[in-house]
């Protein structure tokens, strides 16, 4: 353990070393999996989310209560589909975690000039991972590793990716704190060209405000909790403006009433260049499933994010 620990902060200090102004694809790797995380605008760096913390930071894994297994489908704009499928097994402070995350657009027109095309072709990604972390009581630490597969129309290229994350609870809980680097790897030529894999790094903070209990039905206690993430790209993103390229830091602001552990209301709201600000959700909980439904409109006007979710607990 103590060599994961050194090796951790050494792979941290590289890691801003090798930053650097490329232009990314690959981008379902920037989006939470699961709408737990997409309702508050994926302010989840420092709230364990089960497996879906693989693509978060794999550090918040042993946070949970339980062990659980997540299914969730995400439909995008551009009639594009996100996919996924984990589970998080917790043995003490050790937590071991497996995840199939995949995106497919359909209704591209291959053509090689002007006239009829030649027919339709599809993008489609897939990422395969596994992730460790340990919780040392005073910090957990977590590393996750991802196979990643690419096609394009007849071409298709395969690589790897790593993300990396530390966390921290306090005040029996009610704090969290964690941070996290993810997507450092790459991917093999496709038809001579390399995608750039997003990498980010994240820093995030998770409160539980308060917990207030109507005086008239004390069986319907409230919990007010409160999170944010700092986000830097550590490579330039497409910006929303055509033809031009950013990678500029962003903040993720997230709020969620839980209602006696029964009911979730959440909402999050995003800065900077981004076209989905604000996001909403909806989670029913029973003692052995929670289900999950988050809204996100573009404000570009082409459409809403519309994400389901369920998660076993045993």
Same mark, same amino acid.
């Given at each position: 353990?103590?060599?994961?620990i050194?090796?951790?902060?050494?792979?941290l200090?590289?890691?801003?070393?090798?930053?650097?102004?490329?232009?990314?694809?690959?981008?379902m790797?920037?989006?939470?999996?699961?709408?737990a995380?997409?309702?508050?605008?994926?302010?989840?760096?420092?709230?364990?989310?089960?497996?879906?913390?693989?693509?978060?930071?794999p550090?918040?894994?042993?946070?949970?209560?339980?062990?659980?297994?997540d299914?969730?489908?995400?439909s995008?704009?551009?009639?594009?589909n996100?996919?996924?499928?984990?589970?998080?097994?917790?043995?003490?402070?050790?937590?071991?975690?497996?995840?199939?995350?995949?995106?497919?657009?359909?209704?591209?027109?291959?053509r090689?000039?002007?006239?009829?095309?030649?027919?339709?072709?599809?993008?489609?990604?897939?990422?395969?991972?596994?992730?460790?972390?340990?919780?040392?009581?005073?910090?957990?630490?977590?590393?996750?590793?991802?196979? $990643? =597969?690419?096609e !394009?129309?007849?071409?298709?290229?395969?690589g790897?990716? +790593?993300?990396? @994350?530390? *966390?921290s609870?306090f &005040?029996?809980?009610?704090?969290?704190?964690?941070?996290?680097?993810?997507?450092?790897?790459? $991917? =093999?030529?496709? !038809?001579?060209?390399?995608?750039?894999?997003?990498?980010? +790094?994240?820093? @995030?903070? *998770?409160?539980?405000? &308060?917990?207030?209990?109507?005086?008239?039905?004390?069986?319907?206690?409230?919990?007010?909790? $409160?999170?944010?993430?700092?986000?830097?790209?550590?490579?330039?993103?497409?910006?929303?403006?055509? @033809?031009?390229?950013?990678?500029?830091?962003?903040?993720?602001?997230?709020?969620?009433?839980?209602?006696?552990?029964?009911?979730?209301l959440?909402?999050?709201?995003?800065?900077?260049?981004?076209?989905?600000?604000?996001?909403?959700?909806?989670g029913?909980?029973?003692?052995?499933?929670?289900?999950?439904?988050?809204?996100?409109?573009?404000?570009?006007?082409?459409?809403?994010?519309?994400?389901?979710?369920?998660?076993?607990?045993?």
């Amino acid at each position: 353990m103590r060599l994961f620990i050194i090796l951790f902060f050494l792979f941290l200090h590289s890691v801003f070393a090798y930053a650097q102004s490329t232009r990314t694809g690959f981008s379902m790797l920037e989006s939470a999996p699961t709408p737990a995380a997409l309702s508050i605008n994926e302010a989840s760096t420092a709230i364990p989310m089960g497996s879906a913390s693989i693509y978060l930071n794999p550090a918040t894994l042993p946070f949970d209560n339980s062990s659980s297994l997540d299914v969730s489908y995400s439909s995008w704009i551009d009639d594009s589909n996100y996919l996924f499928g984990g589970a998080n097994f917790i043995n003490g402070k050790r937590a071991f975690s497996i995840g199939v995350y995949n995106s497919k657009i359909d209704g591209f027109e291959q053509r090689n000039g002007p006239g009829n095309s030649n027919g339709e072709f599809s993008i489609s990604y897939l990422s395969l991972s596994g992730a460790l972390a340990y919780d040392f009581d005073f910090i957990s630490l977590g590393i996750a590793g991802q196979y $990643l =597969n690419e096609e !394009n129309a007849q071409f298709q290229a395969s690589g790897y990716a +790593f993300n990396f @994350g530390a *966390a921290s609870e306090f &005040f029996d809980d009610k704090l969290r704190a964690g941070i996290s680097i993810l997507n450092i790897g790459k $991917l =093999n030529n496709l !038809n001579n060209l390399r995608t750039e894999l997003p990498e980010i +790094f994240r820093a @995030g903070l *998770a409160v539980d405000v &308060f917990e207030f209990t109507p005086p008239k039905n004390s069986d319907l206690p409230i919990l007010f909790s $409160l999170s944010t993430d700092f986000v830097q790209p550590l490579n330039d993103r497409e910006s929303i403006q055509p @033809g031009e390229v950013e990678n500029n830091a962003y903040f993720n602001f997230g709020t969620i009433f839980n209602i006696a552990e029964v009911l979730e209301l959440s909402a999050g709201y995003k800065t900077g260049d981004t076209a989905k600000p604000v996001s909403f959700g909806i989670g029913v909980i029973t003692d052995l499933l929670k289900v999950n439904y988050a809204l996100i409109p573009f404000k570009t006007g082409f459409g809403t994010l519309h994400s389901i979710g369920i998660q076993y607990k045993f």
